[in-house]
T-cell receptor
Framework: SQQGEEDPQALSIQEGENATMNCSYK?????LQWYRQNSGRGLVHLIL?????REKHSGRLRVTLDTSKKSSSLLITASRAADTASYFC?????????????FGTGTSLTVIP | DGGITQSPKYLFRKEGQNVTLSCEQN?????MYWYRQDPGQGLRLIYY???????QKGDIAEGYSVSREKKESFPLTVTSAQKNPTAFYLC???????????FGPGTRLTVT
């Protein structure tokens, strides 16, 4: 399986703190995406980082990518209770551009008010 | 109001029965995907389609079938051959110029 893994599996923090979650994957990629899933709902796209980029920002989100280590991290700054959700990374396969996507196992984030 | 819809939200079936899950999108997206999610797990790809009348198997296609007769619709049939069909099923779509997938709200299937 090419499925990636997120670390930690679960994370609990106080409102206002930063949350960092990591993703490791197995194959060469064209890009890596992060998605968010509220309990029992569909996923929502957060941010995409291409294989030739090392860091990307979007609002309170900061994503880094290290292709040599096949890993990425998602940082959520100044967390809010509304950030409580599961977060998944998704990668494509370098050999098959944009056809299939492989999702990690997810990090469950709880932000305590 | 553009988006991707799945129906029903909850579905209950007896073991041995086939069941079809609906997925419709009005985003004019070319590609559509079906994923399965088990509790505490990530998403696993069942089938995907890049164009009408064409689809490919994902990692866990056994016991499932799909059709893509219209660009807007990509129904998934869970057959009696699927050994453990109880799961949360998510449909997604994507335009050919982007990697971003848009997801439906999901269908939770329970087979007893």
């Amino acid at each position: 399986s090419q499925q990636g893994e997120e670390d930690p599996q679960a994370l609990s923090i106080q409102e206002g703190e930063n949350a960092t979650m990591n993703c490791s994957y197995k194959t060469s990629i064209n890009n890596l995406q992060w998605y968010r899933q509220n309990s029992g709902r569909g996923l929502v796209h957060l941010i995409l980082i291409r294989s030739n980029e090392r860091e990307k920002h979007s609002g309170r989100l900061r994503v880094t990518l290290d292709t040599s280590k096949k890993s990425s991290s998602l940082l959520i700054t100044a967390s809010r209770a509304a950030d409580t959700a599961s977060y998944f990374c998704a990668t494509d396969d370098f050999r098959h551009t944009g056809n299939q996507f492989y999702f990690g196992t997810g990090t469950s984030l709880t932000v305590i008010p | 109001d553009g988006g991707i819809t799945q129906s029903p939200k909850y579905l209950f079936r007896k073991e041995g029965q086939n069941v079809t899950l609906s997925c419709e999108q009005n985003l004019n997206h070319d590609a559509m995907y079906w994923y399965r999610q088990d509790p505490g797990q990530g998403l696993r790809l069942i089938y995907y389609s890049q164009i009408v009348n064409d689809f490919q198997k994902g990692d866990i296609a056994e016991g499932y079938s799909v059709s893509r007769e219209k660009k807007e619709s990509f129904p998934l049939t869970v057959t009696s051959a699927q050994k453990n069909p109880t799961a949360f099923y998510l449909c997604a779509s994507r335009t050919s110029g982007s990697y971003e997938q848009y997801f439906g709200p999901g269908t939770r299937l329970t087979v007893t």
